[in-house]
């Protein structure tokens, strides 16, 4: 039996594609580029979120209290 | 200080690519470094060039977006021939199974259906990759790169996580069931 396992060693293993290298770095930079647009969406959400949510409490301070207060100037 | 690519370790490679966060020269150097033994993998164990292809570039693209999990604690030849070993028989059972149970039928199949069978084994008119089929996916898979492509046991043990004498009895358990299956042969 060890002599008909090692027949599978004289099996012959083709050469790879040869536009293998061209299609893998495409899909590479393909995944890089979803990832990075996903990134910038999430982290683009954030941002904007933090900034609408900082104006709406400062409205809604304003609206109750009657007093502005500007904290970038204090 | 710049890391010459092509002649340092796979690890300080591996380190360089980590850095990287692009696919730039040191991912390069090592697709061009483990392109063969990656494809020799992915080609014994998925027997078609295309679907040998198709594995091949998914072991890369994990390992470009791995590329920062790499923690040291086994070779990274090692790291790079495991991740290559499991996609292969994720994307056999994925792909494989109807296309195996039409020829073969399943090994479960196989063994209920052999009462039935007479003593001469029907397997001598198969080739050997066809009776390695009968067997279990990660059973296939550690005799082909025992015998085809003479790995250690060492080194299968670690890419399969388990111990060496498992590994080998593993093996020798295969083996024992290609004997019962085909004994003639």
Known sequence: ?74 | MAVDLVHCTDEQLAAEVARESSDGPAFVALVERFRARVWRICFRLLDNEQDAADAAQEVFLKLFLHRTRFAGRSRYTTWVHAIAVKTCLTMRRSRGRRKRHENLGSEAEWEARQPARPATPQGLGMDLLKMLETLDEEDRALLLLKYAEAYEYEELAAIFEISVSACKMRISRAREKLQSRFPES
């Open chain 1, 1 to 74: 039996m060890k002599d008909f396992l090692e027949r599978l060693a004289d099996s012959e293993v083709r050469e790879p594609p040869p536009d293998f290298d061209r299609r893998l770095h495409q899909r590479v930079n393909r995944t890089l580029v979803v990832q990075q647009v996903i990134d910038f969406f999430i982290g683009a959400i954030a941002w904007s979120a933090a900034h609408f949510l900082r104006a709406a409490l400062g409205w809604l301070a304003f609206t109750i209290t009657g007093k502005f207060q500007d904290r970038d100037r204090r």
